[in-house]
């Protein structure tokens, strides 16, 4: 018999979707001592909160969070509310003692990342943020071979998430569905929203991040603000590319838009090592592209590895080798990393001070876009 895992979900929105499915599932494929349960959503219109709740099977429903924060029935917190919100909700959370998980980026901004990761580490509850790319088999392929040594030496990490949704300069900024667009929701642009996905995945595939050097543009200026009504500056990066340096020596170029126009969620990385070079593409994402200069010469060259084997990350809980799987399949194995870990009493990754190393990496970026200089991103200290 299962034990149960009490959810209380914050937002229903994109993310709220996505988490639900992955609670629904979870069980169902993977063999684990803990058994989500849906036992509330969270969102601040009832009677789209009540539709959601019906279609997923929420037990009950809240319209504030601080009441759903405080009640004893709901083991874990799950936030996938706006960027704003994280912070104030993660905080309330961990002083109730529940287990959180959060939605990316961790906050608004470094300094309000740290004291969520104080917060949360003093009161010692299970913790993670949704960074669900790590959870991509592909991408978590990627990871063993790097580990096994097999890239040898990395000289290069490339990598870019291209959208093209922003364009017209008629969309309005702010309120729901393009809160993204104002700065004081969203924290940054696409550096947070975006850059925030590759620089989680670089940290984790390639190490810490040393310096940056970055630029940013904002090329519409002004928009109509959904809530005022006004026309107002725009003050989000509508794009960011910055240069880096880790810390194994290895240079990297990051590129993030909203104006590369035919691209809608074009997430696509490559790793150069001495002795094989890696490349990922989100647009398909079930192929990993591996180069292996130690093959026998006539042969050499990019192989494209169809990830559906058993023998994949992942792999064994899905079906016969194959056939593959998609984006929604990232969170299933997400929270069922997470269960895992508690299980065995583990910490699950990406923690909370994970997604602060992220959040320092966004910070310095948006810093040296503004000094035109190269910058430090400071070591995690609490
Ligand atoms: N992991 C990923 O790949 C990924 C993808 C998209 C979004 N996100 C992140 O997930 C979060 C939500 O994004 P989304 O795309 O789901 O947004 P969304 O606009 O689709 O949904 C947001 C939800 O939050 C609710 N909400 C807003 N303020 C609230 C409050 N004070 N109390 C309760 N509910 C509130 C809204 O009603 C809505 O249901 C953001 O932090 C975003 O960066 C992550």
């Known amino acids: 018999m299962k034990k149960p895992l009490r959810i209380g979900l914050v937002g229903y929105g994109f993310m709220g979707r996505t988490h639900s499915n992955a609670f629904r599932k979870v069980g169902n494929f993977f063999d684990l001592e803990y058994e989500p349960v849906l036992q509330a959503i969270c969102a601040r219109d009832a009677a789209k909160a009540q539709a959601f709740a019906d279609n997923w099977g929420y037990q009950s429903i809240e319209t504030d969070w601080r009441k759903l924060v405080e009640r004893k029935d709901i083991d874990l917190i799950d936030i996938g509310s706006p960027n704003n919100t994280h912070a104030e909700i993660a905080i309330a959370a961990a002083k109730a003692g529940k287990m959180i998980l959060c939605e990316k980026p961790l906050s608004m901004d470094g300094k309000e990342g740290a004291k969520m990761v104080k917060a949360i580490e003093k009161a010692g509850v299970a913790n993670m943020v949704w960074y669900n790319y790590r959870r991509v088999p592909a991408v978590a392929l990627a990871k063993q071979l790097i580990d096994e040594g097999k890239l040898g030496r990395i000289f290069h990490y490339r990598a870019k998430f291209l959208q093209d949704w922003t364009i017209s300069k008629d969309l309005p900024q702010g309120g729901t569905g393009l809160w993204r667009l104002d700065a004081k929701v969203a924290g940054s642009g696409v550096t947070g929203d975006l850059l925030a996905h590759c620089i989680d995945t ?181």
């Open 202 to 382: 670089a940290l984790w595939l390639n190490g810490r991040m040393t310096t940056v050097n970055a630029m940013t543009e904002t090329f519409v200026k002004e928009r109509k603000h959904t809530l005022t009504g006004k026309v107002q500056k725009v003050e989000i990066d509508d794009a960011c590319a910055f240069l880096a340096k880790f810390d194994n020596g290895s240079l990297a170029t990051f590129e993030s838009t909203r104006y590369a126009r035919g691209h809608k969620a074009l997430y696509t990385f490559e790793i150069n090592g001495e002795n094989a070079s890696i490349a990922w593409d989100l647009h398909d994402l079930h192929r990993l592209q591996y180069f292996d200069y130690r093959d026998e010469g006539k042969l050499r060259g990019w192989r494209s590895i169809h990830i559906s084997d058993s023998d994949h990350p992942y792999m064994k809980n899905w079906w016969v080798p194959g056939l593959q799987i998609g984006y929604e399949h990232t969170f299933v194995h997400q929270i069922a990393d997470f269960i895992q870990a508690i299980s065995k009493g583990e910490k699950p990754c990406p923690s909370f001070r994970d997604a602060l190393d992220t959040q320092y990496v966004c910070d310095a970026v948006l810093k040296s876009a503004k000094t035109q200089k190269w910058e430090k991103v400071p070591k995690t200290k609490l």
